[in-house]
Nanobody, 113 residues
Framework: VQLVESGGGLVQAGGSLRLSCAAS????????MAWYRQVPGKQRELVAS???????NYADSVKGRFTISRDNAKNTVYLQMNNLKHEDTAVYYC????????WGKGTLITVSS
């Protein structure tokens, strides 16, 4: 399994970014996927998840601001992030939910206050 995240960068507080994660080596359309994030020195946390039936779930800290979606034809999962806050600064990763695969390199989001 290979997971390649992209779309990160530097953004001002209140701004928006859209992350993409291209997955390969799995039966993507049958796999629940999630976005995670990690700040140095802290545990990786689940930010948002989406099932193969497009049911979504979000961490309380991002509800109403982030939207997870998927395109099974492209084996890609997205994370639309709006109204970004300084505390959203982290490295963002995608991975499965029930089964965790080798982690990709992630994509860094830096939100300036």
């Amino acid at each position: 399994v290979q997971l390649v995240e992209s779309g990160g960068g530097l953004v001002q507080a209140g701004g928006s970014l859209r992350l993409s994660c291209a997955a390969s080596g799995m039966i993507f359309d049958l796999t629940s996927m999630a976005w995670y994030r990690q700040v140095p020195g802290k545990q990786r946390e689940l930010v948002a998840s989406i099932t193969n039936n497009d049911d979504t779930n979000y961490a309380d800290s991002v509800k109403g601001r982030f939207t997870i979606s998927r395109d099974n034809a492209k084996n890609t999962v997205y994370l639309q992030m709006n109204n970004l806050k300084h505390e959203d600064t982290a490295v963002y990763y995608c991975n499965g939910v029930r089964e965790i695969h080798s982690w990709g390199k992630g994509t860094l989001i830096t939100v300036s206050s």
